[in-house]
């Protein structure tokens, strides 16, 4: 899996655990999430490019009860040098 599909899949779990996702130009330095008035937003600040953006977002997604059952992957992990990220993609064979 490529990192931008990999950031499609982590803002996707951003919306499904209720933020807000805005993409806006930060300028390299801002992003991340906050909440405003009981609402969850998460910032991504697209001066930034991709794997960092996927950075941000995993961050943000860490500091949410997950279940035991799937924890999210360290950043090293998915950004592992040798090229598959880390981890392999599992499909419902059915």
Not at 19 to 48: M, N, P, S, T
Request: hydrophobic share 35%; proline share 7%.
């Amino acid at each position: 899996m490529h990192t931008v599909e990999l950031l499609q899949d982590a803002l996707r779990s951003a919306e499904r655990l209720g933020y807000q996702v805005r993409h806006e130009w930060l300028g390299g330095g801002g992003g991340g999430a906050c909440e405003i008035q009981g609402q969850k937003w998460l910032f991504v600040d697209l001066a930034l490019g991709p794997a960092d953006q996927l950075e941000q977002v995993l961050d943000t997604l860490r500091r949410e009860p997950a279940p035991a059952s799937s924890p999210l992957p360290e950043p090293q992990t998915i950004m592992a040098p040798s090229g598959n990220f880390g981890f392999t993609t599992h499909r419902n064979s059915r």
